[in-house]
């Protein structure tokens, strides 16, 4: 039973190798396949057609056939394979022997030629393609009308092969330029979404420039004034203060080169920053009572023990909820909304849902919004902070979730 089934394993790797194989030389398999084809049906025709007496009957299969097989280099040397197969052929005619499946090989090495040239090129090498019907009317010694129609005949199946070619050109053009096009489109993305997140640190940089700026000025000035009005002079503890408040100034400096170098600046020299303090949880009650009165319904949750946050994370907090609002008044007409914040022993757990409003029989689907640079400033600010956002539809709305990493060790209000 152990053998059986190995056996089919690897009976099945097998087919999945050769498949594998096959897919990949897909294209030499074809010409391959075409030409055996070919040259099967041109052995049966040579051997069947009436051919001169004088003739031994092998020699158009042993000038043909191998012929034939040029076609297997169409794709390398295309006007190289469709001289030669003309050549073939007229010489076959001029001899009045049959030249079998060759006049389809032609066509072929046509279509070859055409769809890596130029219109001027398609039609010299139609027109080297023509010899063979010319002759070939020549040499039978057809009459002015049945001449005229073999002619006439040869031109319309040449102008089809042309045309497929010249369409098969276009396609491709179209479809490089398509791509082009999507990396174009990808690059402007990705350019985009950089330009956003420059300009969100430029903004993180503003908001965090009251919160540590003001700490190390408040470190800096206590050490000072603790060295300054000491009575009792350890050595250690003098020490001590000396280096809190020397490196508390570096890291002050450090801060304030780092924030210049953020700045963004206009062209008259002025900054475009405009410093504001930095807002905090206690506001949302604000926050929500402002957008009340519309189309959508508001409703704000707060579960846990509510207790005072880092600054940082009660700022990015509020603007994750700030955005979140504004996404629902953009693309909510009306409904219902939730903001939910959840208090936990180490993080805080932001939601807001909206659900629209939607009209009797009418089936509720998810609601899809474009992430725009709001959404890549959010994931900017909550990357910073070491947390997770997710957003996405939802049955007839949308949800944004955003969890914090917080302080164990918080005050409880």
């Known amino acids: 039973m152990v053998d059986q089934v190995a056996g089919r394993l690897v009976f099945s790797r097998s087919r999945s190798g050769l498949w594998t194989w096959a897919l990949n030389h897909r294209v030499t398999l074809f010409d391959v396949s075409f ?103 020549i040499a039978y010694g057809m009459g002015p009308l049945m001449g005229t129609l073999r002619v006439i005949g040869a031109v319309v199946n040449l102008v089809i092969v042309v045309g497929l070619a010249y369409a098969v050109q276009i396609g491709r053009r179209r479809a490089e330029q398509l791509e082009r096009t999507l990396a174009l489109l990808d690059d402007a993305r990705d350019q985009l979404a950089a330009d956003a997140a420059s300009i969100e640190r430029a903004r993180i940089a503003r908001e965090f420039h009251d919160i540590v700026s003001h700490n190390l000025s ?114 909510a007409g009306s409904g219902r909304a939730r903001v939910l914040v959840e208090y936990a022993a180490a993080t805080l757990r932001i939601e807001v849902t909206n659900e629209l409003a939607a009209t009797d029989g009418e089936v509720q689907r998810p609601v899809s919004q474009q992430s725009g640079h709001g959404l890549i400033g959010l994931r900017e600010r909550v990357a910073l902070l070491g947390g997770t956002l997710t957003a996405h539809p939802v049955m007839n709305g949308f949800r944004l979730e955003a969890v914090l990493p917080c302080p164990e060790n918080s005050d409880l209000t």
């Open 35 to 137: 030409v055996l084809a070919a040259s099967v049906l041109y052995v049966f025709d040579a051997a069947l057609a009436d051919h001169p007496p004088s003739i031994p009957w092998w020699v158009p299969m042993a000038i043909g056939g191998p012929a034939g097989l040029l076609l297997t280099l169409r794709r390398r040397a295309p006007w190289t394979v469709l001289f030669l197969l003309t050549a073939t052929a007229v010489g076959l005619t001029a001899f009045q022997l049959s030249i079998g499946a060759l006049n389809l090989v032609i066509q072929v090495a046509l279509y070859s030629v055409c769809v890596r040239t130029t219109p001027s090129m398609m039609v010299a090498a139609a027109t080297l393609a023509m010899c063979y019907p010319v002759s070939d009317a």
């Open 218 to 331: 408040v470190v800096a000035l206590r050490a000072g004034v603790a060295r300054a009005v000491i009575d009792r002079d350890p050595d250690h503890a003098r020490q001590t203060l000396q280096e809190l408040e020397s490196s508390s100034r570096g890291a002050l400096g450090e801060m304030r080169d780092m924030l210049t170098a953020l700045r963004e600046r206009d062209s008259s020299g002025k900054e475009t920053i405009d410093w504001q303090p930095t807002p905090t949880l206690d506001g949302l009650d604000a926050l929500v009572d402002s957008v009340r009165g519309g189309q959508v319904t508001w409703k704000l949750d707060r579960r846990g023990p509510v207790r005072e946050l880092g600054a940082g994370v009660e700022m990015t907090a509020y603007r994750i909820v700030q955005e979140a609002m504004t996404n629902v008044l953009k693309h």
